[in-house]
Every structure is written in C-alpha cells, then in structure tokens.
DNA sequence: GCCAAGCTGTCATAGACTGACAGATGTCGT
DNA sequence: ACGACATCTGTCAGTCTATGACAGCTTGGC
C-alpha cells in the first residue's frame, strides 16, 4: 500500500501505520541499494530506529516487507476482476482485470508507485529468495483466484476441474510475462503488454504445431 | 533418483553415493515422522553419523534434500519429451511425456520409489517452505523447458512469446493437478489423471462462458 | 609405500527468527 | 487530571540454517 487515506481512530494506530511504511520505505532503499541478500534486518530496523525485533512484529520475514507490494497488486486485480461485466467469458475478464491493474501500476494510478512496482520486478528477478517467496504468495492468493473464477462460471470449485485450470492458467500468463520481460527480448517494452499477449495466446488454445509447415518426418 | 545402477568407479565415488543416498533416506524417514520444520539438519546428520557441516557439503540447504526427487521427476519429463514423435503437436507431446513420467512414478518403474514420492507430495502440501522451494525449483526448471520447446516448434525463444506462454501452462497443469488432488476433491484418483485432464482443457483453449444459466459441465 | 587430491570433522561466525520479560506509551473511564 | 488497563517496544537469551577456515584422515595414482 502507498497511499490509503483511511485515517487510523488513534494515535497508537497511526504511528503503527508510520511505522509500517518507513520500514517498507528504507528496506526498498536498502534492496536498491546493496540487494536483497546483502541488507540485514538489522540495517533496515536501524534506518527506522526501531529494533530488529520490531521489524519482525510488523512482517513475518525479510521476503513479508519486499512482498508488500505484490500482496497489493494481487488484491487490486481481485478486485477489478469483481467489477467486470457478467457477459465477458471468464478468461477474458481476467485478462481485462490483469492488464488494466498492471497498466495502473505502471502509470502510477491507484496510490501505486511505478519505481517501487521496478524495484520489485528487479528483486525477484536478482533474488532466489524473493523469487521463491513470492511464487509461494501467488500460489496461495491463487487459491483465492480459484474460488473467484468459479463463482463466476457459477461453478463448484470442489466438483469442477476447470477453473482451477484458468486461475493456473492465469498465474502462468504473468509468469511468462515477467519471463520475457526480464530476459529482455521481443518488442515489449512493458509488463502490460506482455501480459495481454500472454493471455491471449492462452484464450485462443495452445494447438500449436511441432516443427513449423510441412517438415518431413525424421525417421 | 532411487536406484541407479551405474557404479561409480572408486571406492570413494561409491562412498559419497552411498553418503548421499542415506542422507536422502534418513532425511525423509525424519520429515515423515516429525514434519519437515521440526525436523533439524544436525538430527539427519546424526542418522547417518556425519557431521551438520558434512551434509551441507552434499546439500546446498535443507529443502534441497527434499526436492532432489522433484529434480529427478523433471529431468525425466524433459527426456520423455524428447523422445516424442515429431508429427505430434507441442501440447500433446509435452501432455503424454508428463502423464507418462507421472504414471511412471505412480508405479514404481524407471526407478522412482512411489512411497517417496507420496511423501514428497504431503511435504510440499504442509510445509510452506518445501512448497517455496519446490515453485522456485520448478520456476529455474522451466526455462529449460521453454527452450526445448521452442525447439520443437523450430521458433527462437528470443523473439517468439509462444514457447514461453507453453511451458508456463504445462507448469501450471502440474500446478492445478497438484492443488485439485491435494484438496481432495474431483473424481481423480491419482495426480496422473489429473494431469490428463488439465492439459486436456488447456490444450482446447479456455473459453468458458461465465455463469450463464442452464449450462451444465460437459462429460 | 608415498604423495597429492579430495573428504570430513571441528571451530568460529553471521544472520534470520522466536520466546520471555520489563519498561515505556497510548487509551479509556471517572 | 489521574489512575487502571491494554498495547507496543527494547533487551536479552537462545535456536537453527548456512558458510568460511583450518587440520586430519582416506583414497587413488605412481
């Protein structure tokens, strides 16, 4: 969260939100700065001059601060997938949801911060252990995305393959997305665009061919 | 890898397999028992009478122990893959080699211990870390298999986004397999059906409407 | 049998994380 | 304003994972 204007009843409550936001403020600076693994919690509590076991009432690890944001992004396309029209076919509401949240984010809409939304991107492409952590959040919040898609196909999730599929599917969408974007090859130059194409390909259906045209058969 | 007979030369090499395997055994009998968390590394050392320092010279970390079967399982799908007539479509080579490779482990051929790989399965199911693990393992993984499908497809991973948006599916059939055995549900046996089936929906494209009324799911 | 190379154990260390307790600070009723 | 109460915080002590350094033992080649 960057910028959620529910102002807290009490002071203690404030200052817990002040709190919270300076850590996750100096432990991106720091991550900027010297990487994830280099930056100790010691550093980050120190910057804020708490002590590090403050840090660790306000996150449950080092990965809990970096993935802040990514919790975020998740419940921001959650709920945008709410908020799409009943008459879209499922897949296509969840391209719509994932493309309009990224694209939010990039453009720094929604009290996101695009050099924060970077400096993410940047961790779990540099670091094994955000990478790991944030793969083990997205699978859990997939597990929210399930039960969505299926209220939405009108479906039971306990009884119907399906959408477990698409919510996988969709997951795999940005996987591959954060995949071309960081190997840094194709003509995209953003996430968003990436994204879209990636869920367009996955709509349509994966029949494609081995060994492109009319290649004779090797044995 | 649980039984391969390929004897190292020296006394030593045997030694260090033999090291290997019961740290492997010993590790796993442990986190049976005790869970993977509650489970130290000086106590599977002690198992085998070697040191904590020793077993990290083996192991790069704990989970690595855990996830050595998971290697084994997807270096053996991308051999299944290859060895695919080349007249078939990308999809369906990759879903028989992986239903294949499952099926395989299910009963205990090519080597895989079935009991083991039960325990893997109820590993990643209760222990978030082996579950991080096992996501980011898989993550490294799939760069391989995105390059030996492009392959296939005879297209540059470079400049193309489908090989990528391919092998981010097939991981996520796994996926959704995995989560739909794991919650109980479904008709499905065993996780080889429900690989089957999952690659079956993204293989036909997933253009489900949402919630019309009246509409029963097919088969 | 000897020597170099590779394994192993011991020791020391850093860093993530947790429980327990005491002191400081905010909150609320009166 | 003042005291009772809840909550937050720092300090301390401790566990566990993981790594570097060094010394001693085992193995393989000669």
Redesign the pocket.
């Known amino acids: 969260m960057t910028a959620t204007e529910t102002p807290?009843?009490?002071?203690?409550?404030?200052?817990?939100q002040r709190?919270r936001e300076a850590l996750i403020e100096a432990a991106f600076t720091l991550f900027g700065e010297k990487g994830f693994?280099?930056?100790?919690?010691?550093?980050i509590?120190d910057a804020v001059?708490?002590?590090?076991?403050?840090?660790?009432?306000?996150?449950?690890?080092?990965?809990?601060v970096a993935l802040t944001f990514q919790a975020d992004l998740h419940d921001a396309v959650l709920r945008s997938l709410a908020e799409r029209p009943a008459h879209e076919p499922v897949m296509t509401a969840l391209r719509r949801a994932a493309v309009g949240t990224v694209l939010a984010c990039e453009r720094g809409e929604l009290g996101f911060d695009p050099s924060r939304f970077r400096c993410l991107m940047d961790l779990v492409g540099d670091s094994p252990t955000v990478l790991a952590g944030s793969l083990e959040h997205a699978q859990k919040k997939q597990s929210d995305l399930t039960r969505a898609v299926a209220a939405r196909m009108g479906v039971d999730p306990g009884e119907d393959l399906r959408p477990h599929v698409v919510a996988a599917s969709a997951v795999s969408a940005f996987q591959a997305a954060g995949d071309v974007i960081r190997c840094g090859v194709l003509g995209f130059g953003a996430l968003s665009e990436a994204v879209d194409a990636a869920f367009a390909l996955i709509e349509e259906g994966l029949n494609f061919p081995s060994a492109s045209g009319g290649v004779s058969p090797p044995r």
């Open positions: 807290p009843v009490g002071r203690r409550e404030r200052k817990k709190t693994d280099a930056t100790t919690v010691e550093e509590a001059d708490v002590s590090s076991r403050t840090f660790f009432r306000y996150f449950a690890s080092k990965e809990d």
